[in-house]
C-alpha cells in the first residue's frame, strides 16, 4: 500500500502559478502511474494529467494543455505538478492519485486508480 500527501495548494490571482507536490511513502514508488485529479464544488471529480511510472508518457486533459506539466522524481518519491496561466475555473480541490502496476501505460481516467491523498485546496481569484 502507499500513501500520498499533497501540498502546494493556495491562493492565487488569475494568470499566476503554482506547484503541487505528492509524496508518497510504503512501497516502491518506481511502480506506480501516477495521476493528479481535480474536483470543483457542485462538480464531478476529473481527470487533470497523468504519469507512467517511468514518467516517459504523460497525458493531459484538453483544458489544462500548455499550461500545466506533470514530472516525476522516482529519487525523491515525489510527483509534481506546474501549473501556469492559472484561471479562476482551475479553482478546485487537486488530488493525487497512484495505480500499482507493471506496466508502462498511461491510465487516464479515476477507477483506474486504487490510491488517494487527501486533496489540497488550489483558488483562483480574478
Known amino acids: 500500500q502507499v500513501q500520498l500527501v499533497e501540498s502546494g495548494g493556495g491562493l492565487v490571482q488569475a494568470g499566476g502559478s503554482l506547484r503541487l507536490s505528492c509524496a508518497a511513502s510504503?512501497?516502491?514508488?518506481?511502480?506506480?502511474?501516477m495521476g493528479w485529479f481535480r474536483q470543483a464544488p457542485g462538480k464531478e471529480r476529473e481527470s487533470v494529467a497523468t504519469i507512467n511510472r517511468s514518467g516517459g508518457r504523460t497525458y493531459y486533459a484538453d483544458s489544462v494543455k500548455g499550461r500545466f506539466t506533470i514530472s516525476r522524481d522516482n529519487a525523491k518519491n515525489t510527483v509534481y505538478l506546474q501549473m501556469n496561466s492559472l484561471k479562476p475555473e482551475d479553482t478546485a480541490v487537486y488530488y493525487c492519485?497512484?495505480?500499482?502496476?507493471?506496466?508502462?501505460?498511461?491510465?487516464?481516467?479515476?477507477?483506474?486508480?486504487?490510491?488517494w491523498g487527501q486533496g489540497t485546496q488550489v483558488t483562483v481569484s480574478s
Open positions: 492519485a497512484a495505480k500499482y502496476t507493471s506496466r508502462l501505460t498511461i491510465y487516464t481516467i479515476l477507477r483506474d486508480y486504487d490510491y
Open positions: 510504503g512501497r516502491t514508488f518506481s511502480m506506480y502511474a
